[in-house]
């Protein structure tokens, strides 16, 4: 089964953002994981488009871009625009979320659906075979460097068997709280990508780190 990281950018340094995507596009990471915040959505605000654009112009692998907004869908031609490859919207902020993927798939990205820590996957029923990435949200979103909730395993367990069952072809993303002392237990849960913020950046040696985390 295929093991991705995809390290957030949300836990590096601003001050010198360009210095870390160097260092991303030199490590094992797969994909650089983009944490978009709206103030609405979550309590917190990160940053939008103009950021984007700019890791774009030097990041040499995709853009895993996260949405916690709501009314994510007036901005997909935008993220599209900034460089987004594959562009995840939550279950929560979408009515209309078959039609959500529909278009981000028009507009040539890869789709992905989110869930809270809350939301059950049994409502992915009906949709799970649209998806390119399922994203299991592992604390509640808006801030990084939280405790990783247990139970999201478990959750992660259930969901790998309805993809398995439904011959899905979503990949499983597990985003709060992942780090070299839980990584292996999410692999052996069915989880494809890792998100990992401050494990990675926190760390003495994040490429160290990224190459552990994947091969742990
Ligand atoms: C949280 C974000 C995460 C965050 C993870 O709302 O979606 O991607 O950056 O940070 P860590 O790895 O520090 O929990
Ligand atoms: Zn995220």
Known sequence: MKR???????????????????????????????????????PNISFGMPIIKAVKTIAEKPLDVHLMIVEPGKYFNDFKSAGADI???????????????????????????????????????EIITDADLILIMSVNPGFGGQSFIKESISKISRLRDMIDRTGSNALIEVDGGVGLDNAKILFDAGVNVLVAGSSVFGSADPQDTIKKLKSV
Not at 102 to 119: V, Y
């Open 4 to 42: 991705l990281i995809a390290p957030s950018i949300l836990a590096s340094n601003f001050l010198k953002l360009g210095v870390d995507i160097e260092l991303l596009n030199k490590s094992d990471a797969d994909w650089i994981h983009v944490d978009v915040m709206d103030g609405r959505f979550v």
């Open 87 to 125: 562009l995840t919207v939550h279950y929560e902020a979408c009515p209309h979320l078959h039609k959500d993927i529909q278009t981000i798939h028009s507009l040539g990205m890869k789709a992905g659906i989110a869930l809270n820590p809350h939301t059950p996957i049994h409502l992915l029923e």
